[in-house]
């Protein structure tokens, strides 16, 4: 059985991060005879039980039964925590934050060092991805990238990055980093056109090698054994919507939109009282982010609880947990970009909410810019929303799917 090694951030606290993991997981596993090599950028290897769910069929995999409980990972009380406005981060000197990344690098290089060597001497090709990692976050990602790809440049392994975002601005020395990276590279498949254009800015002659392709999480139905019936097709009775719910203090770091937090929270009060009204079940979940989960409780609950026909989910702590609360919803509005791709996947009518380009990107590339709600002016949206309403993706969606199980098929040893 030949190996691969896949390095990218599973065991972050976002559990998007999680489900990238488990759904390349399964993509590879599709493809035959391959044993995935899990690594941590930040944390090292990390062998922990990552299940794969037998299949049938041609492309279109489908077994009975719901995603399973979580009963081969730990146990966690999930976090609560709500994110600072970050002034006391702004107020630190760019060149104090980048200094601080590169001596917690320096002090994991042992550990690190030792665990990567011998995970890319036992596989015969090394894949970075997938993921937001090809940003400068302070030097963090462009190390941590760095560090792998000098260790198959070493070893003669070829590389392959593999489904990540790109976004500037990078620092000179991160540049010199991760443009070193994108030359030795084999491939580059990046998720969304954004990060393509951002990438032949820096470097032209990447052209050759760098696509644009789907973000992996559109393989969940496959990657838990979804069947229809637990995913796209609706069940008697009231239906519920799933209200996928994000701290808005998060968008400070990523985009130029700004949304206070009791507004957000009385958009989602009134986009709740708009469901109810139409007749359907509320259901609230979060991605597990501690902020999300602290934002939740402290700002949303109270102006809701006790009222009929709402609930709020247990907060997940595993990329189970997460599937499993939008597989028990019939319609979904969310922030989130790995609440809304999952739900997409499951043939569910899914708004994402407007935030970062990314989702904006991903809900264009699949015909779907309608389904996108402004939240400084959703009326129209919302209630279409509440409706059912979906753009016909069906076809969009698997041409994607197919796009991505051919490049991962090319690119396997």
């Known amino acids: ?122 596989s015969e090709a090394v894949f970075i991805g997938g993921g937001h990692l090809l940003i400068d976050t302070y030097w963090t990602f462009p190390l941590a990238v760095r560090r792998v790809a000098e260790e198959a440049k070493r070893q003669g392994k070829p ?30 498949a990046v998720r ?8 032949l800015g820096l470097d032209a002659s990447l052209k050759g090698k760098t696509v644009t392709l789907a973000d992996p999480a559109l393989f969940t139905p496959e990657a838990f054994g979804l069947t229809e019936t637990a995913a796209g097709v609706e069940k008697p009775g009231k239906r519920t919507i799933g209200l996928g719910v994000m701290d ?9 939109l700004r949304w206070e937090r009791e507004a957000c ?33 402290e700002f949303v609950k109270p102006r809701l609880r006790g009222l009929p026909g709402v609930e709020f989910s247990p907060y997940p702590t595993t990329v189970e947990q997460l599937v499993g609360s939008i597989a028990a919803c ?32 991903i809900f264009a590339d699949l015909g779907m810019k309608s389904q996108l709600i402004d939240f400084r002016n959703s009326r129209q949206q919302l209630a279409a929303a509440v409706d059912g309403r979906m753009a016909d993706s069906e076809a969009a969606i698997n041409d994607k799917k197919l796009q991505l199980y051919e490049h991962i098929g090319r690119i396997l040893p």
């Open 159 to 188: 590389l392959h990055i593999l489904l990540v975002g790109a976004r500037g601005p990078w620092s000179p020395q991160a540049k010199r980093w991760l443009l070193d990276v994108c030359r030795y590279a084999a491939s580059i």
């Open 330 to 361: 019939d319609t979904v509005i969310a922030q989130r970009l790995h609440a809304c791709i999952p739900s997409l996947a499951m043939g569910k009518p899914t708004y994402g909410l407007i935030w970062d380009r990314k989702l904006e990107n």
């Open 1 to 122: 059985m030949k190996k691969v090694l896949l390095a990218g951030v599973p065991k972050s606290p976002n559990l998007g991060d999680g489900l990238i993991a488990y759904t390349l997981n399964r993509i590879i596993a599709m493809r035959g005879q391959h044993q995935v090599i899990h690594f941590d950028l930040l944390d090292g290897r990390c062998d922990q039980s990552m299940p794969i769910y037998s299949a049938r069929g041609s492309l279109h995999y489908a077994l009975a039964g719901a995603p399973a409980s979580a009963v081969m990972q730990k146990d966690t009380a999930p976090a609560l925590r709500l994110n600072s406005d970050g002034s006391g981060k702004k107020m630190t000197p760019d060149a104090l934050r980048r200094l601080k990344a590169y001596w917690i690098h320096r002090g994991k290089n042992e550990k690190l060092g030792s665990e990567l060597k011998q995970a890319v001497e036992e």
């Open 265 to 297: 929270a009385d958009w989602w009060q009134q986009a709740a009282k708009v469901a109810l009204g139409a007749g359907l079940n509320v259901s609230f979940f979060t991605n597990g982010a501690a902020s999300d989960n602290a934002f939740v409780e």
């Open 192 to 199: 969304d056109e954004d990060s393509r254009k951002f990438l």
């Open 248 to 256: 808005p203090h998060e968008m400070n770091r990523h985009c130029e």
